[in-house]
């Protein structure tokens, strides 16, 4: 069964920078997608950014271009984020998920973690 485990939230003020973590277990597509979504609240759960795991094609939400680079070890089966230069509208909870390739819709969800960005 497919585990995703989120971890690297927390509290940082507004120009500071986290790192999240996404640690995958029993994904047995052959070719496949991961990514980062958010939800504030009150409001819907939106794409970040995403991860082509084997070609590592990137993409990005325009909000996050150039503060937000999405990333994997393969070797580990962990996905990152890398968020700098965070600002208060980034205040959610992230989630990690995994999409097969061939997929309409992403397959798995982590349990998410909170990330909260004080001005």
């Known amino acids: 069964q497919v585990q995703l485990v989120e971890s690297g939230g927390g509290l940082v003020q507004a120009g500071g920078s986290l790192r999240l973590s996404c640690a995958a277990s029993?994904?047995?597509?052959?070719?496949?997608?991961m990514s980062w979504f958010r939800q504030a609240p009150g409001k819907e759960r939106k794409f970040v950014a995403a991860?082509?795991?084997?070609?590592?094609?990137?993409y990005y939400e325009e909000s996050v271009k150039g503060r937000f680079t999405i990333s994997r070890d393969n070797s580990k089966n962990t996905l990152y984020l890398q968020m700098n230069n965070l600002e208060p509208e980034d205040t959610a909870v992230y989630y990690c998920?995994?999409?097969?390739?061939?997929?309409?819709?992403?397959?798995?969800w982590g349990q998410g973690t909170q990330v909260t960005v004080s001005s």
């Open positions: 991860i082509r795991w084997i070609a590592g094609n990137t």
């Open positions: 029993g994904v047995t597509f052959s070719d496949y997608y």
């Open positions: 998920g995994v999409k097969d390739y061939g997929s309409a819709s992403w397959d798995y």
